[in-house]
């Protein structure tokens, strides 16, 4: 199992940018596909991007297409999610979540994810 903890959320302007942290422990993250997720008040949990877990191929969600970048160190066995231009409806609880049974596939549905962080609060102000 691997325990996951992020970190980096906060609350911030329109426009602004924000770093999210997923850290790993109790096995090395190098060898799982990373997701990360989101869930609005009164929303489902939303796929927001992945990344392979050599890194070389990334995925996301159109909503954050161009805006967001998720990439991985896995010396530090950390990935992270680099949010710009942020808008108000990007408020959320951000998870990430390990895929530790990995295919070829990098999956976007949460339900292929194995392990979970407990999330970090994100506040877009217009």
């Known amino acids: 199992q691997v325990q996951l903890v992020e970190s980096g959320g906060g609350l911030v302007q329109a426009g602004g940018s924000l770093r999210l942290s997923c850290a790993a422990s109790?096995?090395?993250?190098?060898?799982?596909?990373v997701g990360w997720f989101r869930q609005a008040p009164g929303k489902e949990r939303e796929f927001v991007a992945a990344?392979?877990?050599?890194?070389?191929?990334?995925y996301y969600a159109d909503a954050v297409k161009g805006r967001f970048t998720i990439s991985r160190d896995n010396a530090k066995n950390t990935v992270y999610l680099q949010m710009n231009s942020l808008k108000p409806e990007d408020t959320a609880v951000y998870y990430c979540?390990?895929?530790?049974?990995?295919?070829?596939?990098?999956?976007?549905?949460?339900?292929?994810?194995?392990?979970w962080g407990q999330g970090t609060q994100v506040t877009v102000s217009s």
């Open positions: 990344i392979s877990r050599s890194g070389g191929s990334t």
């Open positions: 109790g096995r090395t993250l190098s060898s799982s596909h």
């Open positions: 979540a390990a895929d530790v049974n990995p295919t070829r596939v990098v999956p976007t549905r949460g339900s292929s994810y194995d392990d």
